[in-house]
């Protein structure tokens, strides 16, 4: 099996899951990546949304 295969694989076995446990398994997904530092580099960037409204914000 190649790693396009396998990826199928697993995307095909959590779209199967019942919402409630593909929901915990995506969090669970999440709190790794962040543990890991995979967004660290966001820190230093810029905010362009506000949280409020959703629309743009110009950089000063």
């Known amino acids: ?3 396009l295969q396998l990826t199928e ?3 095909g076995a959590i ?3 019942p919402a409630d446990d ?4 995506l969090s669970q997904l999440d709190q790794l990546a962040m543990a890991g530092g ?13 949280f409020n409204d959703g ?5 000063r």
């Open 1 to 3: 099996m190649n790693n």
């Open 9 to 11: 694989h697993l995307l």
């Open 15 to 17: 779209r199967s899951l």
């Open 22 to 25: 593909r929901q915990w398994l």
């Open 38 to 50: 995979t967004f660290a580099d966001l820190a230093t960037e810029p905010d362009l949304y506000s």
């Open 55 to 59: 629309e743009p914000i110009r950089p």
